[in-house]
């Protein structure tokens, strides 16, 4: 397990209260039963843990399923180390 | 118990600085949304809402008065002037402002004297606040203004229901002025939320629209903000008629209720309970109602559960009902946003003009009423409701009556 999805199933798990073994990267947040309140909760603590902006319904960015949002915080993190730091 | 009648309206809208303007541009359907031009747009997500604009404070109000008012309290009480001057109400006449109640509704107050605050606080570590900011930011602080200015000395309070707070607040004018504890009333609401920290909670939250608001459509992506303010004169039809007053409709009912459920997600039997409380109390049959102006705030939950809700409440009369959302055309101005749309309301009672739900392009199967796209089309009102749904799972739903 990536380093990156360890931390977003802890979030998912701490923010929704259901049981981590229970969160598969192939679910959705929806099949999670998260209500959409702990859903933007969950978007909140991964933006804020990560330092990053999650895409709002950009189509190009799936961020209803775990696997999608790990993929998404994977490559904004990235993106994010790429940028050239101010000298 | 005394009929209530409306005789003044004014209004600060996106759409024009009186009621006047705001109604044109309602039934001509325009829209007032764009991009944000009093806040950086690169440190907002989407940068879109529907603003007040051209509002200079120095034509309403000189300096030393200024000092005492945020914005919040300035549109109110512009709003406030052109509804008493139009109904043409002396309240030094006979004592009548010794009686009369001012209710404001708003659900944030002050919120650009709390901003200025913090970012002299926090982002400058100037301890030193302005002397006036408690007076300037309070939420009642509209209400309290409008009741100094007219020299009004019955009941005067702020109502805060988050987006049913202008609701809220003309429901308890109307009870006071129908029940006789207040002889008439100054009452609306009033939002100046657009600043900086109010936008990035809202987008926290998800739930604004990156394009534009399209209520009831398939394509809706989420509310987009407004601002601005509305005020009203409620008095007894007796005094009305005796006066010779202008009459614009007569407040028949006011309908409440609290889902008691979800803080944020909407329940269709909890805005249905509220509809039925206000044709009740209106003494309305179900199908005297020819215009619903909706929430319809053009999110993804709140537009399927009103339509549901008013489908609960009016079974098979709800297809004949000229139902829109003109949050389309002002946004959504959060505590003045039922204020607002009773101008709308209003508007369509005595024109026989229903103002449009603007920006609509395709029908979503989950809402089946008419929902006079884009165009605005004349049909005559006998009766319309105006709907508020509030976070919190508030409703307050004003019943009104072409004006007798």
């Given at each position: 397990m990536s380093s990156v999805q360890d931390t977003i199933f802890d979030i998912i798990a701490?923010?929704?209260?259901?049981?981590?073994?229970?969160?598969?990267?192939?679910?959705?947040?929806?099949?999670?039963?998260?209500?959409?309140l702990d859903?933007?909760?969950?978007?909140?603590?991964?933006?804020?843990?990560?330092?990053?902006?999650?895409?709002?319904?950009?189509?190009?960015?799936?961020?209803?399923?775990?696997?999608?949002?790990?993929?998404t915080v994977e490559k904004l993190v990235a993106e994010q180390a790429a940028k050239p730091t101010a000298a | 118990?005394?009929?209530?009648?409306?005789?003044?309206?004014?209004?600060?809208?996106?759409?024009?600085?009186?009621?006047?303007?705001?109604?044109?541009?309602?039934?001509?359907g325009r829209s007032a949304i764009g991009p944000i031009t009093t806040l950086p747009r690169d440190a907002l997500?989407?940068?879109?809402?529907?603003?007040?604009?051209?509002?200079?404070?120095?034509?309403?109000f000189d300096e030393k008065r200024l000092i005492l008012l945020d914005r919040v309290s300035q549109l109110a009480l512009v709003a406030a002037r052109e509804a008493i001057a139009q109904s043409g109400i002396d309240f030094a006449r006979d004592g009548l402002g010794d009686n009369t109640?001012?209710?404001?509704?708003?659900?944030?107050?002050?919120?650009?004297?709390?901003?200025?605050?913090?970012?002299?606080?926090?982002?400058?570590?100037?301890?030193?606040?302005?002397?006036?900011?408690?007076?300037?930011?309070?939420?009642?602080?509209?209400?309290c203004q409008v009741s100094i200015e007219h020299r009004l000395h019955g009941p005067a309070?702020?109502?805060?229901?988050?987006?049913?707070?202008?609701?809220?607040?003309?429901?308890?004018?109307?009870?006071?002025?129908?029940?006789?504890?207040?002889?008439?009333?100054?009452?609306?609401?009033?939002?100046?939320?657009?600043?900086?920290?109010?936008?990035?909670?809202?987008?926290?939250?998800r739930v604004l629209a990156d394009d534009t608001c399209r209520p009831f459509c398939k394509q809706r992506r989420g509310l987009v903000l407004g601002e601005g303010a509305a005020v009203f004169v409620l008095e007894t039809l007796e005094r009305a008629q005796e006066r010779g007053a202008m009459i614009l409709a007569e407040l028949a009912g006011a309908g409440m209720s609290a889902d008691a459920g979800d803080?944020?997600?909407?329940?269709?039997?909890?805005?249905?309970?509220?509809?039925?409380?206000?044709?009740?109390?209106?003494?309305?049959?179900?199908?005297a109602i020819d215009y619903i102006n909706a929430h319809g705030t053009g999110t993804p939950a709140n537009d399927p559960t009103e339509s549901r809700a008013i489908r609960r409440t009016f079974g098979t009369h709800a297809d004949a009902i000229a139902v829109s959302s003109t949050k389309s055309m002002h946004g959504h101005a959060l505590g003045a946003a039922g204020a607002i749309e009773l101008v709308a309301t209003i508007g369509a009672l005595c024109d026989g003009v229903i103002p449009p739900?603007?920006?609509?392009?395709?029908?979503?199967?989950?809402?089946?009423?008419?929902?006079?796209?884009?165009?605005?089309?004349?049909k005559p009102v006998r009766a319309a409701l105006s709907n508020s749904f509030a976070f919190g799972g508030l409703n307050a739903v004003l019943a009104l009556r072409r004006a007798p």
């Open positions: 701490k923010e929704s209260g259901i049981d981590r073994a229970k969160i598969t990267p192939d679910a959705t947040l929806k099949d999670l039963e998260i209500q959409s859903a933007v909760q969950i978007l909140f603590e991964i933006e804020d843990h990560f330092k990053i902006t999650m895409p709002d319904r950009d189509p190009n960015f799936d961020t209803e399923s775990v696997k999608g949002l790990i993929e | 118990m005394h009929r209530v009648v409306i005789t003044g309206m004014g209004a600060v809208t996106p759409l024009g600085h009186t009621a006047a303007a705001t109604w044109n541009a309602l039934r001509e997500r989407f940068g879109i809402a529907a603003e007040v604009r051209d509002f200079d404070p120095l034509r309403h109640a001012v209710v404001i509704g708003t659900g944030i107050g002050g919120e650009n004297t709390n901003d200025e605050a913090s970012r002299r606080m926090y982002g400058e570590n100037n301890p030193r606040l302005h002397p006036l900011t408690i007076v300037r930011l309070m939420a009642n602080a509209p209400a309070f702020a109502t805060v229901s988050a987006c049913a707070s202008s609701n809220h607040a003309i429901a308890q004018a109307f009870h006071m002025v129908r029940s006789g504890v207040a002889d008439a009333a100054v009452t609306g609401g009033t939002e100046a939320c657009l600043t900086l920290g109010a936008v990035r909670a809202w987008e926290a939250m803080i944020v997600f909407p329940s269709e039997a909890g805005a249905a309970m509220a509809m039925r409380r206000a044709l009740a109390e209106g003494g309305l049959a179900p199908d739900t603007a920006n609509f392009l395709d029908p979503d199967p989950e809402c089946d009423l008419d929902y006079v796209p884009n165009t605005a089309r004349e």
